[in-house]
Protein backbone atom coordinates (compact mmCIF):
# COMPACT_ATOMS: atom_id res chain seq x y z
CA UNK A 1 0.00 0.00 0.00
CA UNK A 2 3.07 2.34 0.95
CA UNK A 3 4.53 1.76 -2.46
CA UNK A 4 1.28 2.35 -4.35
CA UNK A 5 0.60 5.64 -2.72
CA UNK A 6 4.34 6.73 -3.07
CA UNK A 7 3.86 6.37 -6.84
CA UNK A 8 0.78 7.46 -7.13
CA UNK A 9 2.05 10.83 -5.13
CA UNK A 10 5.07 10.99 -7.63
CA UNK A 11 2.63 10.61 -10.74
CA UNK A 12 0.58 13.12 -9.18
CA UNK A 13 3.39 15.79 -8.11
CA UNK A 14 5.42 15.08 -11.31
CA UNK A 15 2.31 16.22 -13.89
CA UNK A 16 2.12 19.20 -11.93
CA UNK A 17 5.81 20.30 -12.31
CA UNK A 18 5.80 22.95 -15.31
CA UNK A 19 7.88 21.70 -17.86
CA UNK A 20 10.23 24.45 -18.67
CA UNK A 21 11.62 24.34 -21.97
CA UNK A 22 13.79 27.47 -22.10
CA UNK A 23 15.43 26.28 -19.05
CA UNK A 24 16.44 23.38 -20.74
CA UNK A 25 17.69 24.90 -23.66
CA UNK A 26 19.72 26.94 -21.83
CA UNK A 27 20.97 23.36 -19.83
CA UNK A 28 21.95 22.27 -23.18
CA UNK A 29 23.91 25.36 -24.23
CA UNK A 30 21.26 26.36 -26.61
CA UNK A 31 20.51 29.90 -27.48
CA UNK A 32 17.31 30.30 -30.11
CA UNK A 33 18.23 33.18 -32.72
CA UNK A 34 15.62 35.47 -34.74
CA UNK A 35 13.96 34.35 -37.37
CA UNK A 36 14.24 36.35 -40.47
CA UNK A 37 11.04 36.73 -42.26
CA UNK A 38 10.51 34.54 -45.58
CA UNK A 39 12.10 36.04 -48.75
CA UNK A 40 9.00 34.02 -51.17
CA UNK A 41 5.69 33.76 -51.01
CA UNK A 42 5.32 31.48 -48.23
CA UNK A 43 4.97 31.84 -44.11
CA UNK A 44 6.81 30.10 -41.65
CA UNK A 45 4.02 28.30 -39.57
CA UNK A 46 0.37 27.73 -39.89
CA UNK A 47 -1.75 26.52 -37.29
CA UNK A 48 -4.53 23.94 -37.97
CA UNK A 49 -6.47 24.17 -34.57
CA UNK A 50 -3.63 22.82 -32.44
CA UNK A 51 -1.21 21.71 -34.70
CA UNK A 52 1.71 23.39 -36.18
CA UNK A 53 2.52 22.79 -39.58
CA UNK A 54 6.79 24.27 -39.90
CA UNK A 55 7.63 25.29 -43.00
CA UNK A 56 11.13 23.58 -44.40
CA UNK A 57 13.73 24.96 -42.50
CA UNK A 58 18.06 24.86 -43.26
CA UNK A 59 20.88 25.03 -41.69
CA UNK A 60 21.24 28.90 -41.00
CA UNK A 61 24.09 30.11 -39.15
CA UNK A 62 23.82 33.60 -36.53
CA UNK A 63 25.93 35.46 -38.96
CA UNK A 64 22.53 34.48 -41.36
CA UNK A 65 24.95 32.57 -43.99
CA UNK A 66 23.79 29.04 -44.53
CA UNK A 67 25.76 25.95 -44.12
CA UNK A 68 26.31 24.61 -47.82
CA UNK A 69 27.61 21.60 -49.16
CA UNK A 70 26.53 18.07 -50.90
CA UNK A 71 26.67 15.06 -48.32
CA UNK A 72 29.05 12.41 -49.64
CA UNK A 73 31.03 14.88 -51.87
CA UNK A 74 31.71 17.82 -49.55
CA UNK A 75 30.56 17.33 -46.03
CA UNK A 76 30.99 14.31 -43.70
CA UNK A 77 27.89 12.61 -42.04
CA UNK A 78 29.24 14.08 -38.50
CA UNK A 79 29.23 17.30 -40.60
CA UNK A 80 25.70 17.17 -42.29
CA UNK A 81 24.46 15.63 -38.40
CA UNK A 82 25.28 19.16 -37.31
CA UNK A 83 23.95 21.04 -39.69
CA UNK A 84 20.58 19.11 -39.01
CA UNK A 85 21.04 19.78 -35.31
CA UNK A 86 21.65 23.81 -36.25
CA UNK A 87 18.20 23.27 -38.74
CA UNK A 88 16.37 21.69 -35.87
CA UNK A 89 17.40 24.97 -33.39
CA UNK A 90 16.10 26.92 -36.33
CA UNK A 91 12.62 25.03 -36.25
CA UNK A 92 12.72 25.25 -32.19
CA UNK A 93 13.89 29.13 -33.03
CA UNK A 94 10.60 29.97 -35.71
CA UNK A 95 8.11 27.61 -33.74
CA UNK A 96 8.61 29.81 -30.32
CA UNK A 97 8.20 33.49 -32.18
CA UNK A 98 5.05 31.49 -33.95
CA UNK A 99 3.00 30.52 -30.67
CA UNK A 100 5.01 32.33 -27.56
CA UNK A 101 6.31 29.47 -25.16
CA UNK A 102 7.97 26.02 -25.76
CA UNK A 103 6.16 24.57 -23.20
CA UNK A 104 3.34 24.66 -25.18
CA UNK A 105 4.17 21.68 -26.95
CA UNK A 106 2.49 18.65 -26.50
CA UNK A 107 4.11 16.50 -29.25
CA UNK A 108 7.04 16.87 -31.85
CA UNK A 109 4.12 14.92 -34.46
CA UNK A 110 6.23 14.42 -37.84
CA UNK A 111 9.60 15.37 -39.48
CA UNK A 112 10.09 15.36 -43.10
CA UNK A 113 14.23 15.19 -43.86
CA UNK A 114 15.71 16.13 -47.19
CA UNK A 115 19.31 15.64 -47.54
CA UNK A 116 21.32 17.21 -50.20
CA UNK A 117 23.49 14.08 -51.17
CA UNK A 118 25.21 11.99 -53.93
CA UNK A 119 23.43 9.26 -55.57
CA UNK A 120 24.93 6.76 -53.93
CA UNK A 121 24.65 8.23 -50.62
CA UNK A 122 22.33 6.28 -48.53
CA UNK A 123 22.69 7.36 -44.93
CA UNK A 124 19.97 9.94 -45.13
CA UNK A 125 18.22 8.58 -41.94
CA UNK A 126 21.93 8.63 -39.97
CA UNK A 127 22.16 12.48 -41.10
CA UNK A 128 18.53 13.44 -39.83
CA UNK A 129 19.64 11.62 -36.86
CA UNK A 130 20.99 15.07 -36.05
CA UNK A 131 17.46 16.84 -36.17
CA UNK A 132 15.60 14.12 -34.40
CA UNK A 133 18.44 13.90 -31.32
CA UNK A 134 17.69 17.57 -30.59
CA UNK A 135 14.09 17.13 -30.47
CA UNK A 136 14.50 14.08 -27.37
CA UNK A 137 17.18 16.11 -25.86
CA UNK A 138 15.02 19.53 -25.25
CA UNK A 139 11.35 17.48 -25.43
CA UNK A 140 12.06 13.83 -23.87
CA UNK A 141 9.37 11.59 -24.79
CA UNK A 142 7.26 14.45 -26.50
CA UNK A 143 10.30 14.79 -29.05
CA UNK A 144 9.88 11.66 -30.35
CA UNK A 145 8.24 11.84 -33.85
CA UNK A 146 7.22 9.77 -37.22
CA UNK A 147 9.55 10.50 -39.75
CA UNK A 148 10.86 10.58 -43.30
CA UNK A 149 14.87 10.67 -44.46
CA UNK A 150 15.77 11.10 -48.31
CA UNK A 151 17.89 12.47 -50.76
CA UNK A 152 18.12 15.17 -53.03
CA UNK A 153 19.85 15.86 -55.78
CA UNK A 154 20.38 19.74 -54.68
CA UNK A 155 18.58 22.14 -52.63
CA UNK A 156 18.48 25.80 -52.03
CA UNK A 157 21.44 27.86 -52.05
CA UNK A 158 23.46 24.61 -51.99
CA UNK A 159 22.12 23.83 -47.94
CA UNK A 160 22.72 19.85 -47.07
CA UNK A 161 19.20 19.69 -45.20
CA UNK A 162 16.17 21.04 -45.11
CA UNK A 163 13.42 19.85 -42.56
CA UNK A 164 10.08 20.58 -42.16
CA UNK A 165 8.38 19.77 -38.80
CA UNK A 166 5.05 18.82 -37.50
CA UNK A 167 3.87 19.81 -33.79
CA UNK A 168 0.70 19.08 -31.82
CA UNK A 169 0.61 21.65 -29.01
CA UNK A 170 -1.51 21.83 -26.10
CA UNK A 171 -5.22 23.30 -25.94
CA UNK A 172 -5.69 26.71 -25.35
Known amino acids: MKKTLTIIILLITGSLVAQNIDQKLVELGIELPKIPEPLANYVNAVRVDNTIYLSGKGPRKADGTFITGKVGQDMTIKEAQQAARL??????????EFIGNLDKVKRIVKVFGMVNCTTDFKQQPAVINGFSDLMVEVFGEKGRHARSAVGM??????????IEMIVEIEEE
Open 87 to 96: TGINQLAALK
Open 153 to 162: SSLPAGIPVE
